[in-house]
């Protein structure tokens, strides 16, 4: 199992293991080239998730607003994905192998 996500031409998160939730590739924290991310102050809250938290995604002058979201802490339902991080397909080119 490998994943890459894309944005504007470059890898920004890359992983050999990652968890597939409600059909979204959920990267771990550790996959992430952090230099490509910046939080907001977006939250949202999932009723069997928890609470998500939201990056900004740039790459070489082009962004995109909480292109990418993450549960610091979960509902016992949803632990394997704590601090796990998603993104909008419509924003960041997802690939799986």
Do not use: R
Request: hydrophobic letters at 30%; a neutral charge; one cysteine or more.
């Amino acid at each position: 199992m490998h994943a890459t996500a894309e944005y504007n031409g470059k890898v920004i998160a890359e992983a050999d293991h990652y968890e597939v939730v409600e059909g979204n590739v959920y990267f771990p924290p550790e996959s992430l080239k952090k230099e490509y991310f910046k939080p907001t102050s977006t939250q949202t809250t999932c009723s069997w998730k928890g609470v998500a938290h939201y990056y900004t995604v740039e790459v070489n002058g082009m962004k995109d607003i909480d292109a990418a979201w993450y549960y610091p802490e979960t509902k016992p339902a949803a632990e394997k994905i704590k601090g796990y991080v998603a993104f909008y397909k419509n924003k960041v080119n997802i690939k799986t192998t």
